[in-house]
T-cell receptor, first 114, second 115 residues
């Protein structure tokens, strides 16, 4: 089955700097890669996703890249702000007509230093 | 359009009791996923259900745990004879019927404490 590895487990960056979180997946059939943000005491919230037919997607300060050959995908947050502090999870899924489960990475705790 | 609703938000059970966790998916969503999260850890897949069907339960412990998603009403995750190791946050997510790339939306979770 699918296995998703996520690094680093913790990340501390100065406010205004960029943060990068990296993930790898094992199942070459995976074709949908969402990213979730989880704040303390809350459920994960979808922040951006990317499908296997594109290599990059951007939404304001957040961008995701996908390298299907290497089975790598990354989350980039630019101009970080205090409200970016949270735990971020990458995930992989196979989206077919029968649908499938979403497998998550182990999470990255991002701290933004003022 | 209300989001995914989970209740209760907090549940305390004594060892040996049963825990019933409820999840009402977003309106129109017919797919439900359950995940378990231990403190400071990631989200572990438990089970994936469609209305009246279990699609994938490969993450469910073989004993004491069961899940259902009836035609009417919420999805239920049931844990029988709870033990201290069952203490965790349990999250439910829902998505539209697929054929495409339907996003999954999470509820706020149920925090189960076994004493």
């Amino acid at each position: 089955g699918e296995n998703v590895e996520q690094h680093p487990s913790t990340l501390s960056v100065q406010e205004g700097d960029s943060a990068v979180i990296k993930c790898t997946y094992s199942d070459s059939a995976s074709n949908y890669f969402p990213w979730y943000k989880q704040e303390l005491g809350k459920g994960p919230q979808l922040i951006i996703d990317i499908r296997s037919n594109v290599g990059e997607k951007k939404d304001q300060r957040i961008a995701v890249t996908l390298n299907k050959t290497a089975k790598h995908f990354s989350l980039h947050i630019t101009e970080t702000q205090p409200e970016d502090s949270a735990v971020y999870f990458c995930a992989a899924s196979i989206k077919e007509s029968s649908a499938s489960k979403i497998i998550f990475g182990s999470g990255t705790r991002l701290s933004i230093r003022p | 359009n209300a989001g995914v609703m989970q209740n209760p938000r907090h549940l305390v059970r004594r060892r040996g009791q049963e825990a019933r966790l409820r999840c009402s998916p977003m309106k129109g969503h017919s797919h439900v996923y359950w995940y378990r999260q231990l403190p400071e850890e990631g989200l572990k897949f438990m089970v994936y259900l469609q209305k009246e069907n279990i699609i994938d339960e490969s993450g469910m412990p073989k004993e004491r745990f069961s899940a259902e998603f009836p035609k009417e009403g919420p999805s239920i995750l049931r844990i029988q004879q709870v033990v201290r190791g069952d203490s965790a946050a349990y999250f439910c997510a829902s998505s539209l019927a697929t054929g495409g790339y339907a996003e999954a939306f999470f509820g706020q979770g149920t925090r189960l404490t076994v004493v």
